[in-house]
């Protein structure tokens, strides 16, 4: 059930501070997950376990939870917690993973250009400074192949950092400390140093922020081998993946986006770490599985409005972990409907839905009705002019049309 | 003017903020009455010499005087509120040159003969430690000379030796306590030496054979070991400069005794990182020595062609870093400067930096020929009058501490060890299929036991176009 969902995020809270019955509390927190929000978390097992200690809890319990789909949201900020828990925005959720990841570990730590005592770009880190001291919130000066270097150096020696990039475009300048090392000392090191860091911060196109500041780097970072990737889109997800890449001890760059800061969404009081590798329901259906990540999971959900009302029953699944795909949810689906969407925001060529796509050709052949379409962002720098960019980006009305085009 | 505060407030913070920080060789040359530079040097010097003296001067008596009665020029010359401190002015427009007309000295305990230049050498070494020390070199040396020459009877696949730097390599070895983290470049093989890293071991990693540490995934000489606090060694250059002050960073985090030492050559100090990773260890202020082998050479770039400053030593102070330049050939200096390097690093917690002057002797690796871009007579000279082996062998031989015997006894010996540790490694099995994919992530994931699951019924299917010395499983 998606208990066993709950299970592990259980697993990895019981060792915090929290005094409350984990497990009590997330049976209860799992049925009202499953009336109200109806995003039902399948268990799903391709056998990847990344996450250490993760290892028996999320195990081979493979199957779909048919009953959540009686209720169908329609907005995914919808509340989801048994509790009354609390209202935020996405980044004080990201926020309040940290901290609590802080509290919990002393060997976290945050370092990053004006993460200290100005609290951050984007105020991920407000307030951490003067709570655990310029030490551990580490103004760095700029330059982003040391200071991921200096992380990476930090993490070898039992520290735990969070690295964050002031604009994933700016990662591009720690590109060989990403590849060359943090994808790769823990094996040529023969297993002897392992790397946790979580690097992360804002990407993907935002209002007019010119070319440079709207890139996709889950395109250019999809290859290296060693690492995982996340992309978080609600308040829910960015607290329980923030949470979950910290406690991982493999290198995991976790995908903010920066139109998505500002989402409010109640989330639960109690702690809930959530699987790494998985991807979330947003919405089942039976005709045809689209397949998003991050803002385009917003647009989506905006199209199936539309398809509703002329009598589709799209299936959303916000596949959240960029590598490696979660297969297993993904394949179900596929089985299910037979006809797939990928919506997504990267470039034409070599990005997310380029990978997804052939991933899903090879496993997924036989199940298929009709080819993958998949919806990307034109091989062009991002325009600067407001029109010209919403043009670059994948809106409504060409899902609701690629929909109407697959389904015929 | 109007901007100098009266009293004693102005004038120490004159010299705490700016003088301390900035010019700190300036304030211990400034008390100094000759002055042995030319150039700007001397002329700011005696200008600051004149300007504190002055401050002191006047500040007694000047707490309500009017700062604006003065009779000299230099009373009138204002000074700038900055952040980072005060910045004086000047009428003169006068440039920095890029270069001083001498070069900074460098440091050096022995002569060219292993004979000890000053009556006081600052380290004492004892016996053991200076056995240690030499029989070092010579095990290295002997390593190297095998290592070698098995490369090129095609037993191994590639090499890179330390011929010329086993002074740096020993001298800085000696002087770590083994909680030093070492971040190595590559060509540093004689700090795991001293810190107990075996034969075998070594050999085993350059054959990648199942009992290498690192499990058969790197070349040879990227070796790494946590037991002895040696990071792995990462091929692209400057890598780990960062690294070391991430790792210093933990160090201080944790409030240890211990600095972090890390090794980069002359080439490297061109790359980004090198000057990112200085610049950040000052303003962090984290503990961690750094070492330059300048050897002279990039593979095949000269250090003329590599960068127009006079060395790496210089470079230092422009990050706000305590310098200093010795003879890499001469053990002794390599010794001293680390030690008090490592004093001051975890003491006052803050980066130092070392350049070591020595010259690499061999080829860059066995991909190279380095008698195609430089002079034999240029590698001749240091093999022979500038061998750091033969210079500290004389020192030590003079205190009775070796003799012939001993040497070539030692040489035989270790030659042999060397040559045993080749033909065991030959024969040792690679590490097994499994370790291709293990350690990527911290357990092996679905995709990858698909592909191992692939290419074991490859290999079942097809075993003679496989290696055979590679143990399948099941």
């Known amino acids: 059930m998606s208990s066993i969902f709950q299970a592990v995020g259980a697993a990895t809270s019981l060792s915090s501070s929290a005094s409350f019955d984990t497990k009590k509390f997330q049976f209860s927190s799992s049925r009202s997950l499953l009336g109200k929000r109806a995003s039902c978390v399948v268990v799903r097992c391709s056998g990847a376990k990344m996450d250490g200690g993760l290892n028996q809890i999320g195990g081979r319990a493979d199957h779909l939870v048919t009953n959540a789909v009686a209720t169908k949201a329609d907005t995914p900020a919808a509340s989801t917690a048994s509790k009354p828990g609390h209202e935020l925005l996405l980044f004080e959720a990201l926020r309040e993973g940290l901290e609590e990841e802080m509290e919990r570990d002393a060997r976290v730590c945050v370092m990053g250009e004006d993460v200290g005592h100005y609290g951050g770009s984007y105020k991920v880190t407000k307030g951490l400074a003067p709570k655990y001291g310029d030490l551990r919130v580490l103004d760095t000066p700029i330059a982003e192949n040391s200071f991921t270097g200096m992380g990476i150096g930090a993490a070898m020696m039992g520290l735990r950092p969070i690295i964050e990039g002031m604009n994933m475009g700016f990662l591009l300048l720690a590109f060989n400390q990403i590849s060359n090392n943090c994808g790769m000392l823990h094996y040529t090191s023969g297993g002897q140093f392992k790397i946790p860091v979580v690097i992360r911060g804002p990407g993907g196109v935002g209002r007019q922020l010119g070319a440079e500041h709207s890139q996709r780097l889950e395109s250019y970072f999809q290859s290296i081998p060693g690492i995982q990737m996340v992309a978080c889109s609600t308040p829910y997800n960015a607290k329980g993946l923030m ?8 290198p995991v760059i976790l995908f903010e986006h920066v139109l998505l800061y500002n989402l409010k969404e109640r989330i639960p009081d109690e702690e809930y770490v959530l699987n790494l590798e998985e991807a979330e329901m947003v919405r089942p259906g039976e005709h045809v599985t689209i397949l998003t990540y991050s803002r385009m999971r917003y647009h989506v959900m905006q199209a199936a409005k539309t398809l509703v009302n002329k009598g589709y029953d799209p299936e959303v699944i916000d596949i959240r972990s960029l590598k490696p795909f979660d297969l297993h949810t993904i394949g179900n689906s596929i089985k299910k409907t037979h006809r797939v969407l990928i919506v997504e925001e990267c470039m034409r060529t070599g990005g997310i839905g380029a990978s997804l796509t052939a991933a899903i050709t090879e496993n997924f052949h036989d199940y298929l009705d009709a080819p993958i379409i998949c919806l990307s962002s034109q091989d062009v720098p991002t325009p600067y002019a407001g029109t010209l960019e919403e043009w670059t980006v994948v809106q409504p009305p060409q899902i609701v049309a690629a929909v109407e085009q697959l389904c015929r | 003017m109007a901007l100098w505060l009266a009293g004693t407030r102005g004038a120490t913070y004159y010299t705490k903020t700016l003088m301390s920080n900035t010019f700190r060789s300036l304030r211990t040359r400034a008390t100094a009455i000759a002055s042995k530079d030319e150039g700007s040097f001397t002329k700011r010097q005696i200008l600051s010499n004149r300007f504190v003296s002055r401050r002191f001067g006047s500040s007694v008596a000047g707490q309500q005087s009017d700062l604006f009665s003065s009779d000299d020029d230099e009373e009138k010359i204002q000074a700038l509120d900055f952040p980072g401190g005060r910045v004086p002015y000047t009428l003169e427009m006068r440039f920095l040159p890029g270069s001083s007309d001498k070069r900074v000295e460098c440091y050096r305990v022995l002569d060219d003969d292993g004979y000890p230049l000053s009556s006081a050498p600052s380290q004492h070494i004892d016996k053991e430690v200076a056995v240690k020390m030499y029989s070092g070199m010579v095990t290295l040396e002997a390593m190297d000379t095998v290592i070698y020459e098995a490369q090129r009877q095609g037993r191994i696949s590639f090499y890179m030796t330390s011929f010329g730097e086993e002074a740096v390599n020993l001298g800085s070895a000696a002087a770590l306590s083994p909680d030093d983290v070492v971040l190595p470049q590559y060509r540093e093989p004689g700090v795991m030496l001293w810190r107990g890293f075996q034969l075998q071991e070594f050999v085993d990693q350059f054959f990648g054979n199942k009992n290498d540490l690192g499990k058969g995934r790197q070349m040879p000489t990227h070796y790494g070991s946590n037991k002895h606090n040696v990071l792995t060694v990462s091929a692209p250059l400057a890598t780990q400069l960062p690294q070391a002050v991430g790792a210093a960073y933990s160090l201080k985090m944790q409030n240890k005794d211990a600095c972090v030492v890390t090794y980069f050559g002359d080439g490297c100090s061109s790359e980004g990182d090198f000057h990112a990773s ?15 082998r300048n050897n002279g050479w990039a593979i095949s770039t000269p250090v003329t062609e590599q960068f127009r400053s006079d060395g790496i030593v210089v470079k230092g102070q422009a990050y706000g870093i305590p310098s200093i330049r010795v003879d890499g050939n001469d053990i002794l200096a390599v010794y001293n400067a680390v030690v008090a390097a490592r004093e001051m690093a975890i003491s006052e917690q803050r980066p130092v930096l070392i350049e070591a002057l020595t010259y690499r002797v061999g080829h860059h690796s066995t991909s190279d020929d380095s008698t195609k871009y430089r002079p034999l007579e240029e ?6 009058s500038r061998n750091p082996v033969s210079i500290f062998r004389k020192w030590v031989q003079r205190k009775g501490w070796w003799s012939d015997q001993q040497e070539s ?27 291709m994919f293990s350690d990527v992530y911290e357990k092996v994931p679905s995709n990858l036991m698909e592909q191992e699951k692939l290419l074991k019924e490859t290999i079942k299917r097809y075993p003679q176009d496989f290696p055979k010395d590679v143990p399948i499983g099941m």
Do not use: G, M
Request: glycine letters at 0%.
């Open chain 2, 409 to 435: 006894e030692f040489r035989a010996t270790i030659r042999k060890q060397v040559i045993h540790a080749v033909q065991v490694a030959e024969k040792t099995q690679k590490a097994p299929i499994e370790t």
């Open chain 2, 379 to 384: 590698i001749e000279h240091w093999k022979t």
């Open chain 2, 278 to 292: 200085l610049n950040f260890a000052a303003v962090l202020e984290v503990p961690i020595v750094y070492i330059c």
């Open chain 1, 243 to 250: 949470k979950a890449a910290i406690r991982s001890d493999n």
